[in-house]
């Protein structure tokens, strides 16, 4: 679902920062090979993706759901000299794609995929994260969120895309969609988390951003 117009949308696109060639070509590739290129954070999100680790030059970044891994690379332009980021998912086949873009980047030695189930992942990986990026699937939102506030650090910041799910959270009947009961469910819960401050932003799907109090 788009929020605004087209032509707004356009506008906001040219007097934003030009998406990076390398991510250019990471989208063009992902549009051709993938059965669902629209799941890619795309340019507007990925600038500001960028934008938040560049404010917080984060050591630690996790991010649950890498897809083509476009969301990573735009993570990773603001990581800390010594940072590292660590990014989950289960999609054996996009592994290889994943794998010639970051290692075109000037990130190769600063990403560390991991493939299989994220609630299984995230008590393994070590935590302290300073940014956390959650965009995979909807109804382990909360799950996630639950398992990976107390490995933020104070003043840590995570961010989940596709919270307001192309407007379905208003709807009063959920249908038995099990992505939208898990959604509003999730951002109830977050709102009302004392551990947090939060903010939802109308930005493309809807993004959560939350710092640890």
């Not at 059965?35 to 890619?40: A, F, N, V």
């Not at 989950?88 to 970051?102: A, C, G, M, W």
């Not at 609630?119 to 990986?125: A, D, P, Y």
């Not at 009063?172 to 939208?180: A, C, M, S, V």
Request: glycine share 6%; hydrophobic share 35%; net charge positive.
């Amino acid at each position: 679902m788009e929020f605004i117009s087209k032509e707004l949308s356009e506008y906001i696109r040219l007097n934003s920062d030009e998406e990076p060639k390398l991510l250019q070509r990471l989208s063009e590739e992902t549009y051709q090979k993938t059965i669902h290129p629209r799941m890619l954070t795309g340019h507007i999100v990925g600038r500001f993706l960028s934008l938040i680790s560049k404010l917080t030059c984060p050591k630690k970044i996790l991010e649950i759901g890498t897809f083509t891994g476009y969301s990573a690379l735009c993570l990773a332009e603001g990581l800390h000299k010594e940072g590292i980021l660590h990014t989950i998912d289960e999609n054996e086949e996009l592994i290889q794609l994943q794998k010639k873009y970051f290692n075109k980047s000037l990130y190769k030695n600063k990403i560390i995929q991991h493939l299989g189930k994220a609630e299984s992942l995230i008590k393994k990986i070590e935590g302290d994260f300073d940014l956390v990026f959650i965009d995979a699937d909807k109804t382990n939102y909360l799950n996630y969120y639950k398992a990976l506030v107390p490995k933020l650090n104070k003043n840590g910041l995570l961010i989940a895309d596709n919270v307001l799910w192309s407007g379905k959270v208003l709807d009063k009947e959920n249908f038995g969609d099990p992505d939208t009961i898990a959604l509003k469910k999730f951002n109830k819960w977050v709102k009302e988390d004392k551990r947090v401050d939060t903010i939802i932003l109308e930005i493309r799907d809807g993004l959560t951003l939350c710092r640890k109090i």
